[in-house]
Protein backbone atom coordinates (compact mmCIF):
# COMPACT_ATOMS: atom_id res chain seq x y z
CA UNK A 1 0.00 0.00 0.00
CA UNK A 2 1.38 3.19 -1.09
CA UNK A 3 1.99 5.88 1.29
CA UNK A 4 -0.82 8.49 -0.05
CA UNK A 5 -3.51 5.70 0.33
CA UNK A 6 -2.31 5.30 4.30
CA UNK A 7 -2.72 8.69 4.86
CA UNK A 8 -6.50 9.07 5.06
CA UNK A 9 -6.11 5.78 7.70
CA UNK A 10 -3.50 7.26 9.37
CA UNK A 11 -5.46 10.61 9.77
CA UNK A 12 -8.75 8.63 10.83
CA UNK A 13 -7.19 6.82 13.37
CA UNK A 14 -5.45 10.16 14.78
CA UNK A 15 -8.63 11.85 14.42
CA UNK A 16 -10.67 9.26 16.93
CA UNK A 17 -8.34 9.44 19.10
CA UNK A 18 -6.79 5.78 18.57
CA UNK A 19 -3.26 4.81 17.31
CA UNK A 20 -3.25 2.84 14.16
CA UNK A 21 -2.59 -0.95 14.81
CA UNK A 22 0.70 -2.12 16.09
CA UNK A 23 2.17 -3.99 13.31
CA UNK A 24 3.59 -7.53 15.34
CA UNK A 25 7.04 -7.35 13.77
CA UNK A 26 8.01 -4.19 15.87
CA UNK A 27 7.83 -6.04 18.90
CA UNK A 28 11.84 -7.37 19.72
CA UNK A 29 12.08 -10.40 21.12
CA UNK A 30 14.53 -11.18 24.05
CA UNK A 31 16.48 -14.08 25.09
CA UNK A 32 16.31 -15.23 28.45
CA UNK A 33 19.47 -16.67 30.57
CA UNK A 34 16.76 -18.58 32.87
CA UNK A 35 18.63 -16.82 36.09
CA UNK A 36 15.26 -14.74 37.63
CA UNK A 37 12.00 -16.92 37.95
CA UNK A 38 8.71 -15.27 37.01
CA UNK A 39 5.63 -13.93 38.77
CA UNK A 40 5.15 -13.24 42.30
CA UNK A 41 5.26 -15.79 44.85
CA UNK A 42 3.66 -15.54 48.24
CA UNK A 43 2.15 -17.31 50.96
CA UNK A 44 2.78 -20.60 49.32
CA UNK A 45 0.74 -19.03 46.07
CA UNK A 46 2.39 -18.48 42.69
CA UNK A 47 1.31 -15.54 40.76
CA UNK A 48 1.99 -15.56 36.97
CA UNK A 49 0.25 -13.87 33.76
CA UNK A 50 1.37 -15.43 30.69
CA UNK A 51 0.99 -13.57 27.71
CA UNK A 52 1.24 -16.02 23.73
CA UNK A 53 2.73 -13.25 21.46
CA UNK A 54 4.25 -12.67 17.78
CA UNK A 55 7.49 -11.04 17.45
CA UNK A 56 11.19 -11.31 15.50
CA UNK A 57 13.68 -13.26 17.12
CA UNK A 58 17.13 -12.59 17.20
CA UNK A 59 18.83 -15.76 17.56
CA UNK A 60 22.77 -14.56 16.04
CA UNK A 61 23.83 -11.28 16.60
CA UNK A 62 21.66 -8.37 18.16
CA UNK A 63 21.71 -6.42 15.20
CA UNK A 64 21.89 -9.57 12.73
CA UNK A 65 19.07 -10.84 10.56
CA UNK A 66 15.69 -12.10 13.02
CA UNK A 67 12.87 -14.29 12.28
CA UNK A 68 9.50 -13.68 12.49
CA UNK A 69 8.28 -16.47 15.58
CA UNK A 70 5.49 -17.15 18.52
CA UNK A 71 7.06 -16.56 21.70
CA UNK A 72 5.98 -16.22 25.59
CA UNK A 73 5.74 -13.10 27.73
CA UNK A 74 4.62 -12.18 31.11
CA UNK A 75 1.98 -9.56 30.93
CA UNK A 76 3.42 -6.08 30.40
CA UNK A 77 7.34 -7.47 29.76
CA UNK A 78 8.37 -8.11 25.85
CA UNK A 79 8.12 -11.76 24.92
CA UNK A 80 11.48 -14.03 25.38
CA UNK A 81 13.02 -16.96 24.02
CA UNK A 82 12.96 -19.15 26.58
CA UNK A 83 9.84 -18.33 28.03
CA UNK A 84 9.72 -17.11 31.00
CA UNK A 85 10.92 -19.41 33.63
CA UNK A 86 8.83 -21.27 36.54
CA UNK A 87 11.25 -21.88 39.43
CA UNK A 88 9.01 -22.74 42.80
CA UNK A 89 9.38 -25.11 46.04
CA UNK A 90 7.79 -28.11 46.94
CA UNK A 91 3.99 -27.41 47.81
CA UNK A 92 3.43 -24.34 46.16
CA UNK A 93 0.04 -23.62 44.17
CA UNK A 94 0.16 -22.24 40.90
CA UNK A 95 -2.60 -19.18 39.82
CA UNK A 96 -1.32 -18.85 35.80
CA UNK A 97 -3.18 -16.77 33.29
CA UNK A 98 -2.73 -17.23 29.95
CA UNK A 99 -3.82 -14.57 27.34
CA UNK A 100 -3.49 -15.83 23.70
CA UNK A 101 -3.15 -12.66 21.20
CA UNK A 102 -2.69 -14.85 18.25
CA UNK A 103 -4.66 -15.78 15.81
CA UNK A 104 -4.83 -19.41 16.20
CA UNK A 105 -6.15 -21.53 18.95
CA UNK A 106 -3.13 -22.13 21.57
CA UNK A 107 -2.80 -25.67 23.08
CA UNK A 108 -0.53 -26.06 25.88
CA UNK A 109 1.21 -28.82 27.61
CA UNK A 110 3.16 -29.34 30.87
CA UNK A 111 0.42 -26.68 32.92
CA UNK A 112 -0.49 -29.18 35.19
CA UNK A 113 0.24 -30.53 38.96
CA UNK A 114 3.92 -32.35 38.11
CA UNK A 115 4.86 -34.77 36.65
CA UNK A 116 1.30 -35.62 35.55
CA UNK A 117 0.40 -36.80 32.32
CA UNK A 118 2.05 -35.38 29.24
CA UNK A 119 -1.07 -35.80 27.06
CA UNK A 120 -2.55 -33.47 29.48
CA UNK A 121 -3.16 -30.12 28.07
CA UNK A 122 -5.08 -26.36 27.91
CA UNK A 123 -6.79 -24.87 25.21
CA UNK A 124 -6.68 -21.11 25.00
CA UNK A 125 -8.89 -19.46 21.78
CA UNK A 126 -7.67 -16.83 19.32
CA UNK A 127 -7.74 -13.27 21.46
CA UNK A 128 -9.01 -15.27 24.61
CA UNK A 129 -8.10 -15.80 28.17
CA UNK A 130 -7.60 -19.09 30.00
CA UNK A 131 -6.93 -18.97 34.36
CA UNK A 132 -5.49 -21.96 35.74
CA UNK A 133 -5.01 -23.24 39.30
CA UNK A 134 -3.10 -26.45 40.21
CA UNK A 135 -0.49 -27.43 43.18
CA UNK A 136 2.64 -27.85 41.54
CA UNK A 137 3.68 -31.55 42.57
CA UNK A 138 6.76 -33.46 42.86
CA UNK A 139 10.60 -31.85 43.05
CA UNK A 140 12.16 -32.10 39.48
CA UNK A 141 12.88 -30.60 36.26
CA UNK A 142 9.91 -30.02 33.50
CA UNK A 143 8.68 -27.55 31.09
CA UNK A 144 5.97 -26.54 29.43
CA UNK A 145 5.47 -25.81 26.11
CA UNK A 146 2.69 -24.79 23.40
CA UNK A 147 1.37 -25.04 19.82
CA UNK A 148 -0.87 -23.10 17.79
CA UNK A 149 -0.04 -24.78 14.35
CA UNK A 150 -1.50 -28.81 15.71
CA UNK A 151 1.57 -30.08 16.07
CA UNK A 152 2.93 -32.66 17.91
CA UNK A 153 6.12 -32.11 19.92
CA UNK A 154 7.90 -34.15 17.21
CA UNK A 155 7.09 -32.09 14.23
CA UNK A 156 6.67 -28.72 16.13
CA UNK A 157 9.79 -26.62 14.04
CA UNK A 158 8.72 -23.62 12.84
CA UNK A 159 6.34 -20.53 13.69
CA UNK A 160 5.44 -21.98 17.21
CA UNK A 161 8.92 -24.13 17.86
CA UNK A 162 9.82 -21.71 20.73
CA UNK A 163 6.67 -21.87 22.51
CA UNK A 164 8.76 -23.23 25.52
CA UNK A 165 9.98 -22.59 29.17
CA UNK A 166 11.96 -24.01 31.74
CA UNK A 167 9.33 -25.71 34.96
CA UNK A 168 11.76 -26.58 37.94
CA UNK A 169 10.17 -27.57 41.35
CA UNK A 170 12.84 -27.49 44.46
CA UNK A 171 12.10 -29.40 47.33
CA UNK A 172 10.92 -28.33 50.17
CA UNK A 173 13.43 -26.34 52.43
CA UNK A 174 15.83 -26.17 49.92
CA UNK A 175 16.96 -23.07 48.47
CA UNK A 176 17.83 -22.98 44.97
CA UNK A 177 21.58 -22.88 44.78
CA UNK A 178 22.60 -19.35 43.79
CA UNK A 179 25.64 -21.13 41.40
CA UNK A 180 22.93 -22.79 39.44
CA UNK A 181 22.16 -22.92 35.63
CA UNK A 182 19.40 -23.99 33.60
CA UNK A 183 19.99 -24.04 29.87
CA UNK A 184 16.95 -25.01 27.36
CA UNK A 185 17.48 -25.90 23.94
CA UNK A 186 15.67 -24.78 21.05
CA UNK A 187 15.45 -25.64 17.03
CA UNK A 188 13.82 -23.58 14.80
CA UNK A 189 13.96 -25.61 11.10
CA UNK A 190 11.90 -24.54 7.52
CA UNK A 191 11.76 -26.96 5.13
CA UNK A 192 12.52 -26.36 1.89
CA UNK A 193 10.39 -24.36 -0.60
CA UNK A 194 8.56 -26.92 -3.27
CA UNK A 195 7.90 -24.46 -5.66
CA UNK A 196 11.44 -22.76 -5.59
CA UNK A 197 14.11 -23.62 -8.31
CA UNK A 198 16.24 -25.41 -5.10
CA UNK A 199 14.21 -27.52 -3.39
CA UNK A 200 17.34 -28.83 -1.13
CA UNK A 201 17.62 -25.50 0.79
CA UNK A 202 17.29 -26.37 4.20
CA UNK A 203 16.93 -23.06 7.05
CA UNK A 204 17.51 -24.11 10.59
CA UNK A 205 18.58 -22.82 13.72
CA UNK A 206 19.95 -24.42 16.81
CA UNK A 207 20.15 -22.45 20.67
CA UNK A 208 20.64 -22.45 23.91
CA UNK A 209 18.87 -19.88 26.10
CA UNK A 210 17.83 -18.22 22.74
CA UNK A 211 21.18 -17.56 21.23
CA UNK A 212 23.04 -19.67 18.61
CA UNK A 213 26.74 -19.88 18.60
CA UNK A 214 29.55 -18.12 19.07
CA UNK A 215 26.31 -15.68 20.52
CA UNK A 216 25.16 -18.09 23.14
CA UNK A 217 26.68 -17.03 26.93
CA UNK A 218 30.32 -18.09 27.56
CA UNK A 219 30.79 -19.79 30.77
CA UNK A 220 34.30 -19.75 32.70
CA UNK A 221 35.25 -21.71 36.27
CA UNK A 222 38.09 -22.17 38.15
CA UNK A 223 39.58 -25.60 38.22
CA UNK A 224 38.05 -27.53 41.27
CA UNK A 225 34.52 -25.53 41.26
CA UNK A 226 31.70 -27.66 41.70
CA UNK A 227 29.32 -27.10 38.46
CA UNK A 228 25.47 -28.02 39.03
CA UNK A 229 23.88 -27.80 35.29
CA UNK A 230 19.71 -28.62 34.35
CA UNK A 231 19.99 -28.96 30.65
CA UNK A 232 16.21 -29.14 29.08
CA UNK A 233 15.29 -30.32 25.58
CA UNK A 234 11.46 -29.30 24.37
CA UNK A 235 12.65 -28.97 20.75
CA UNK A 236 11.55 -31.08 17.98
CA UNK A 237 14.90 -32.99 18.19
CA UNK A 238 15.84 -35.82 20.63
CA UNK A 239 19.14 -36.11 20.22
CA UNK A 240 19.65 -32.59 19.10
CA UNK A 241 23.06 -32.16 20.63
CA UNK A 242 26.21 -34.72 22.39
CA UNK A 243 29.62 -33.96 24.01
CA UNK A 244 32.85 -34.82 23.32
CA UNK A 245 35.81 -35.35 25.28
Known amino acids: MSLWRMA ?6 LLSGRRPARDP ?5 VTSSNRSPAGTLKNGV ?12 YPH ?6 LMVQAFAETGRPPQIP ?3 IRVPEGTLLRITVRNTLDSTLVLYGLHTRPGSPDDTVQVGRRA ?34 LSGAFIVDPAGTPPDPSERIFVIGLWFQPPDSSAADTHSVRDVMTINGKSWPYTEHLTYTVGDSVHWRWINPSSSSHPMHLHG
Not at 8 to 13: F, H, S, W
Not at 46 to 57: D, I
Not at 61 to 66: L, Q
Not at 132 to 154: E, I, Q
Request: glycine share 10%; proline share 6%; net charge negative.
Open 83 to 85: GPM
Open 8 to 13: PLVLLA
Open 129 to 162: LRELKFPVGAPGTYYYWGSTTGRTMDDRDWLDSQ
Open 25 to 29: ASERI
Open 46 to 57: LTLRLEARLGAW
Open 61 to 66: ADDGAN
